[in-house]
């Protein structure tokens, strides 16, 4: 066993953070082009960072249980609760068997019908910006993906309760970002108000979803929607069914880890199919099969778009880093990791690793054929984690995004402003620094 290589990203270990969130993508490579692909850094403390698949494999799978999630699900917890990105153990397992059944493939067909629709609505709203001036499409994907989100969760909801929603969540989750990002800004967060702030809406927002849960109760009815799924899941082994507390943390985790993710990764793939004639070419020749928006059996039937979606989230994992903490005193790959390691896993870097992919930077498609697929090690390809904590809302995502790239793409042309750059810019998903502008024609 050998400990694992340290790289000074800094001559000062103080000045090291401030580098690494000033660029941790650049940081990070720096870090793998040194040392290989794992080794340490000290940023406030020592942190252990891989992009080897044998280190996923180990945390996530083979030895999962000596591995708890990162201090970063601790500072989700006051937006999120305990649902089932942030809790651990028996109370995990136990939310993850009541909210499964939400995610069976003959749910999620009947949930397809929501997302059809609200995608053929969403067609109109974009032939008016044709031809126009360059539209953020970041924000155009995070509307869609936020209505679909609510949509599904919720019911019919009304177009104000969603607003107030939308608005909430992406304030808090700035309050949160930076707590992650630069611990050292909290005690200046706790005087210029923006903790209180943060506490307001918080309780704004809770009450919020109570009122929507109370309603649902009160209604007698019962929807076809997640909403109601949570409402209805029965613990088979005690009789239980979840307190509103858990429903509301669940609801939250589905909407802000769902929707989020989804926009980022169609925001990518559109500004990649801007330089990618043929690739747009095959997509809609798959796409001839409907006349509007897919069906779900339309979707099943188009291999190649699914390819697309999945080289997309290979180049631009939304979720971009895992991150977790050792229980006790453990061994990966040959490299000592003591008790307390923090292990931050870069699925951003395991996706670009030129040990294990040919070109890693090109974007191809056919990477996901087939027989690619079949001779490719598993742990080399995890954009929704891996092991018992697998993303939950896999499938809903992959269908989302295979859903709306298609029709968008069948009836849109998407040009880049050649006078814009995007830039990356991670946070708690994989943003662009400077937002994604694409013309509409």
Request: with cysteine; hydrophobic share 40%; proline share 5%.
């Amino acid at each position: 066993m050998r400990a694992v290589p340290r790289f000074k990203i800094a001559r000062f270990d103080l000045q090291a953070p401030f580098i690494f969130v000033k660029d941790p993508l650049r940081a990070i490579r720096k870090g793998f082009d040194s040392c290989g692909d794992t080794f340490r850094m000290k940023l406030f403390k020592d942190i252990v960072i891989s992009r080897d698949p044998a280190f996923f494999k180990h945390v996530l799978v083979s030895n999962h249980k000596n591995f708890k999630k990162g201090n970063s699900a601790k500072m989700l917890k006051p937006v999120l609760g305990t649902g089932l990105l942030t809790s651990e153990g028996d109370f995990w397992l136990r939310q993850r068997r009541l909210v499964q059944p939400a995610f069976h493939r003959e749910k999620l067909q009947e949930l397809f019908v929501t997302m059809g629709q609200i995608t053929e609505a969403f067609l109109e709203e974009m032939e008016v910006l044709r031809g126009g001036s360059v539209v953020d499409i970041d924000a155009s994907m995070m509307a869609i993906t936020a209505d679909i989100a609510l949509k599904t969760l919720f019911g019919n909801i009304s177009n104000e309760d969603k607003a107030k929603i939308y608005h909430q969540i992406n304030r808090t989750q700035k309050f949160l970002i930076t707590r992650v990002r630069k611990p050292y800004k909290i005690p200046l967060m706790a005087i210029n108000g923006e903790q209180r702030r943060f506490h307001t809406d918080l309780a704004y927002f809770n009450r919020l979803v109570f009122e929507f849960i109370n309603r649902r109760k009160e209604s007698g009815e019962t929807p076809n929607d997640l909403l109601q799924l949570l409402l209805d899941s029965l613990d088979e082994e005690t009789g239980e069914r979840m307190t509103d507390e858990q429903i509301r943390d669940e609801a939250i985790t589905m909407f802000a880890a769902g929707h989020e993710t989804s926009a980022t990764g169609l925001s990518w793939l559109l500004l990649e199919m801007s330089s990618q004639p043929e690739i747009v070419a095959k997509i809609r020749k798959e796409a001839e099969r409907f006349r509007v928006v897919p069906t779900f059996e339309d979707l099943m039937q188009m291999p190649y778009t699914r390819q697309v979606v999945e080289e997309g989230l290979r180049l631009f994992p939304p979720a971009w880093t895992m991150t977790r903490e050792a229980i006790g005193d453990d061994e990966i790959a040959g490299h000592i990791i003591p008790k307390g390691t923090s292990i931050f896993m870069s699925v951003f870097e395991l996706h670009r690793n030129p040990h294990l992919w040919k070109n890693p930077e090109d974007f191809n498609p056919d990477r996901f054929s087939p027989d690619s697929v079949r001779n490719r090690p598993k742990f080399n390809y995890l954009p929704f984690g891996a092991g018992p904590r697998l993303c939950i809302g896999q499938q809903f995502a992959l269908m989302e995004m295979q859903l709306i790239l298609a029709a968008l793409v069948k009836r849109f042309d998407f040009e880049a402003d050649p006078s814009h750059v995007a830039g990356m810019h991670p946070l708690i998903v994989l943003k662009s620094a400077n937002g994604i502008k694409l013309f509409v024609r």
